[in-house]
T-cell receptor
């Protein structure tokens, strides 16, 4: 039972354009959401997070939007850079429970 | 500050064998979580240890076990290995738990079961 889903396994975007990565969840009890970025041969690194009491959080080129009624969150990267090419995982958690990850989306930013 | 280290980085085993993976967290971190990453499944939570106690457990069979020592170092053991156990095993440490943004991942141990 995949509680956190990333339905697009891959995304290709031109440098300078916007990258939008999507994530859906099924458990309405999740109250905190995080995005991680993973390069090959490295562990995931934290990117940005959002609490369920907010609908938007911004950090430089990265913005996460949360739509609780649709149980959907998205990560916007503007402008996209070649160094953003990586696998992006969304994750959700409730209280101090375990962190549930999505299956990941591979982003490729081309010149 | 040194990062999270995992040993070994690569491992090849055969079916039926057992394996022990090690994770050394960042100094001062008391929470260590373990994840299995496989293609198509993403990162799946195995368990979390905090101050030598298992605090949370994922939906994995009993062949997967772990422990944490008083210095917060953690080990994960898989007994009676199966082909499907081939994966990247990641550990992550934080000061108080996975909810923290400051959860740092190690580079992982890639296990291949033949």
């Amino acid at each position: 039972d995949q509680q956190v889903k990333q339905n697009s396994p891959s995304l290709s975007v031109q440098e300078g354009r916007i990258s939008i990565l999507n994530c859906d969840y099924t458990n309405s009890m999740f109250d905190y959401f995080l995005w991680y970025k993973k390069y090959p041969a490295e562990g995931p690194t934290f990117l940005i997070s959002i609490s369920s009491i907010k609908d938007k959080n911004e950090d430089g080129r990265f913005t996460v939007f949360l739509n609780k009624s649709a149980k959907h969150l998205s990560l916007h990267i503007v402008p996209s850079q070649p160094g953003d090419s990586a696998v992006y995982f969304c994750a959700a958690i409730r209280d101090t429970d375990k962190l549930i990850f999505g299956t990941g989306t591979r982003l490729q930013v081309f010149p | 500050k040194a990062g999270v280290t995992q040993t070994p980085r690569y491992l090849i085993k055969t079916r039926g064998q057992q394996v022990t993976l090690s994770c050394s967290p960042i100094s001062g971190h008391r929470s260590v979580s373990w994840y299995q990453q496989t293609p198509g499944q993403g990162l799946q939570f195995l368990f979390e240890y905090f101050s030598e106690t298992q605090r949370n457990k994922g939906n994995f069979p009993g062949r997967f076990s772990g422990r944490q020592f008083s210095n917060s170092r953690s080990e994960m053991n898989v007994s009676t290995l199966e082909l499907g156990d081939s994966a990247l095993y990641l550990c992550a440490s934080s000061s108080s738990g996975p909810r923290q943004e400051t959860q740092y991942f190690g580079p992982g141990t890639r296990l291949l079961v033949l």
